[in-house]
C-alpha cells in the first residue's frame, strides 16, 4: 500500500476583501475614532476562553502538506514585523477534511491582519524569510 503525496502548485493571490470574504475578513488600518461598522473585525468568541499569543516561526517556506480548522471560533492572525506573508485556506465545511479543489493560497501585506470565519480550513501563516 502507497502513502504517496499529491504534490500541487499553487499561485498565491494578493489579498482583497472581496476576494478573501469566503474565507474571512481582511482588517486593515483605520483612523483613530472610527465608530464600529462592518469593515472591524467580526469575532466570534462564545464557545470559549479567547487566546491572545505571539508566535514565534521558523522559516517554513511557502509548502505545507497539513491543513486545519477552528471550528468553534474565530481566528486573527498577521505579521508583527510588517512582513508579507502566506496563507491556504480551504472554505468552511461541516465536512472533517476540506475540498482540495476548492484550496486556494493568499499574499498578504504585512499591514493588515486577516479574521478567519468559524471552520475556514487553512495552512500558514507562511514566511520566505526568517
Same mark, same amino acid.
Given at each position: +500500500?502507497?502513502?504517496?503525496?499529491? #504534490? ?15 474565507? !474571512?475578513?481582511?482588517?486593515? %488600518? /483605520? *483612523? ?13 468568541? =462564545?464557545?470559549?476562553? %479567547?487566546?491572545?499569543?505571539? +508566535? ?6 511557502? =509548502? ?5 480548522? *477552528?471550528? &468553534?471560533?474565530? &481566528?486573527?492572525?498577521? /505579521?508583527?514585523? !510588517?512582513? @508579507?506573508?502566506?496563507?491556504? #485556506?480551504?472554505?468552511? /465545511? %461541516? *465536512?472533517?477534511?476540506?475540498?482540495? @479543489?476548492?484550496?486556494? #493560497?493568499?499574499?498578504? %501585506? ?7 470565519? #468559524?471552520?475556514?480550513? *487553512? ?8
Amino acid at each position: +500500500m502507497s502513502n504517496s503525496i499529491t #504534490v500541487r502548485p499553487l499561485s498565491a493571490q494578493l489579498i482583497t476583501a472581496e476576494s478573501f470574504r469566503p474565507y !474571512g475578513q481582511l482588517i486593515t %488600518p /483605520s *483612523h483613530d475614532g472610527k465608530l464600529f461598522d462592518e469593515s472591524d473585525a467580526q469575532l466570534h468568541l =462564545k464557545n470559549g476562553v %479567547p487566546r491572545f499569543y505571539i +508566535m514565534r516561526l521558523q522559516t517554513r517556506g511557502r =509548502k505545507f502538506k497539513r491543513i486545519t480548522r *477552528h471550528s &468553534q471560533c474565530t &481566528q486573527c492572525l498577521g /505579521s508583527l514585523g !510588517g512582513q @508579507e506573508w502566506f496563507l491556504g #485556506v480551504a472554505p468552511p /465545511s %461541516p *465536512h472533517p477534511q476540506p475540498d482540495l @479543489e476548492k484550496l486556494k #493560497v493568499f499574499r498578504i %501585506p504585512g499591514d493588515c491582519f486577516i479574521k478567519l470565519e #468559524v471552520g475556514t480550513w *487553512h495552512a500558514g501563516p507562511l514566511f520566505d524569510q526568517p
